[in-house]
């Protein structure tokens, strides 16, 4: 019998997986590569549901399939040692699994090339892993651009300005305690599990805002608003606080060049979670030249990313940063500038900070572009209205 090959990472498996293996099967034997955990996370830059034993173990369950193992490999084309050890006859993908460089590696090592359309079943709904991560939590979170800490009337009190927020889709996995604004939105998922609800996003930023910040909370913390609207209202926004904990004002750009100028130049590297015992207010140093120097940097950064000015974006960015970790030194935790010292130096790499109170969670860069983004970045996509 001729040997048949197929490859994906099956975390939730559905019957269009196995619809996919019976057409495959037609071939011949049936032999199924499985993306590894590592690879998964990888360039998914999340954990799969499932682990590769799970998967494994599912996959060589199904009727169709000879045989099943983890692939050896890593990235898109994990299968590659694999193939070249079990030397198949055929090499099957689906009509979105195919690419020019699966076809280039089937030319070169004889092996047939067959695509296959998604059809379901007969009588079954036709599936994709995509729709049904639809039924996951797909509320968003937030990346604050500059003017952090302004949202806090003991900053704001020595002088007004603005933050800059953007809403940002949970395409990658959110850590818990790295900056964003996960307690809150843990907050919105006690109320509306899954998505948020289709209304005004000043007004449902303000609820949850309310809701998070019940008279009874017992830590006496109250939650800075930029995060709550800078989960619930999509696109770039800035909002301007003096003295009080809502903004005076809101202004949004949901300008489609604008948002995907920005998509191109940040992204996100992963470090270790803020540590429990970490206070980031430890230290603070709050002075009126200071909180201006944070205003004035968030006032540049906006005009900047309006005018999609790079150079001028990243100065203020790295400003904004800088004038937090003067009021708030403790940010800078043990382990935080090994990071920064690291990434900081890659070739266009041209500015750094920590989303929220910082402590450790990520480092968000602003680069040259997509191209200069370093191994193991996670891309950002701007939640746009109406998503």
């Given amino acids: 019998m001729p040997k048949v090959f197929v490859s994906g990472c099956y975390d939730l498996l559905h019957s269009g997986h196995v619809e996919f293996f019976r057409q495959a099967a037609q071939y011949g034997d049936l032999y199924v590569g499985i993306g590894s955990d590592k690879t998964i996370e990888g360039y998914k830059h999340h ?70 359309q998604r059809v379901p079943s007969q009588g079954l709904t036709a599936r994709s892993s995509t729709d049904l991560k639809k039924t996951e939590c797909q509320i968003p979170t937030r990346l604050d651009l500059a003017g ?22 949970p395409t990658f996995e959110v850590r818990e305690r790295c900056g964003l604004s ?54 770039l926004c800035r909002h301007w606080y003096d003295g009080r904990y809502w903004p005076e004002r809101i202004e949004t750009c949901y300008n489609e060049s604008v948002l995907t100028w920005l998509e191109d130049h940040l992204c996100m590297i992963p470090m270790f979670p803020r540590r429990p015992d970490c206070s980031v207010v430890t230290g603070k140093d709050i002075t009126t030249p200071k909180v201006k120097n944070l205003a004035d940097a968030a006032e540049r950064c906006w005009q900047a990313i ?39 130096t890659l070739p266009g790499v041209l500015a750094w900070k920590m989303p929220g109170a910082g402590g450790g969670g990520y480092l968000a860069l602003v680069c040259e572009g997509r191209h200069c983004f370093p191994e193991g970045a996670i891309e950002l996509t701007i939640r746009r209205p109406g998503m």
């Fill in 306 to 344: 309006l005018a999609k000015d790079l150079a001028a974006f990243a100065e203020a960015y790295r400003a904004s940063f800088e004038a937090q970790v003067a009021m708030f030194p403790a940010m800078i935790q043990p382990g935080v500038e090994e990071n920064i010292n690291k990434y900081s």
């Fill in 47 to 116: 954990k799969p549901v499932y682990s590769e034993q799970e998967r494994l173990f599912m996959v060589k369950s199904i009727r169709y399939v000879k045989d099943a193992f983890i692939n050896s490999g890593s990235g898109i084309m994990d299968f590659v040692p694999n193939v070249e050890a079990l030397k198949p006859d055929y090499l099957v993908v689906n009509e979105d699994g195919g690419n020019d460089e699966k076809r280039r590696f089937c030319e070169e090592h004889g092996i047939q090339y067959v695509v296959l």
């Fill in 148 to 169: 952090t800490w302004i949202d806090q009337p003991y900053v704001s009190q020595y002088s007004p300005g603005w933050a800059i927020t953007i809403s940002l889709e």
């Fill in 182 to 235: 996960t307690s809150t939105r843990n907050m919105i998922k006690k109320i509306w599990p899954y998505q948020l609800p289709n209304m005004d996003p000043e007004m449902l930023a303000k609820l949850v805002f309310c809701f998070e910040n019940d008279p009874e909370r017992s830590d006496g913390i109250i939650s800075g608003a930029q995060d709550s609207i800078g989960i619930c209202i999509p696109g």
